[in-house]
Nanobody, 123 residues
Framework: QVRLVESGGGSVQAGGSLRLSCEVF????????MAWFRQAPGKEREGVAI???????RYAESIQGHLTISQDNARGTLFLQMNSLKPEDTATYYC?????????????????WGQGSQVTVSS
């Protein structure tokens, strides 16, 4: 059974950094799409970064290069490194996974979700 367990959220001041982790249980490396989404209060959930099963990545234009998705296959863990954080990055962040090779940023395409990690950035 596939299960995603997140850790690493918190509160930082603008300009600070955080790293989110998402440990994935019950999957086969190379067969999954992985992604990070976020949902700010009163807004829809949006995709911010994806990693295809071959390790290639893609980012939302709004991220402007200060978020980086990576994966440690040996540990079965997905990461989101967040640098130069801004107040507008405040949201609940979710890791997500789906069987397949190519990821999308469509919420409904994903079968498995982490529990969510709160990230709060103060000015």
């Amino acid at each position: 059974q596939v299960r995603l367990v997140e850790s690493g959220g918190g509160s930082v001041q603008a300009g600070g950094s955080l790293r989110l982790s998402c440990e994935v249980f019950g999957y086969t490396p190379g067969s999954f799409c992985m992604a990070w989404f976020r949902q700010a209060p009163g807004k829809e959930r949006e995709g911010v970064a994806i990693m295809n099963s071959d390790g290639t990545t893609r980012y939302a234009e709004s991220i402007q290069g200060h978020l980086t998705i990576s994966q440690d296959n040996a540990r079965g863990t997905l990461f989101l490194q967040m640098n130069s954080l801004k107040p507008e990055d405040t949201a609940t962040y979710y890791c997500a996974a789906r069987w397949g090779h190519f990821c999308t940023v469509v919420v409904g395409d994903y079968n498995y979700w982490g529990q969510g990690s709160q990230v709060t950035v103060s000015s």
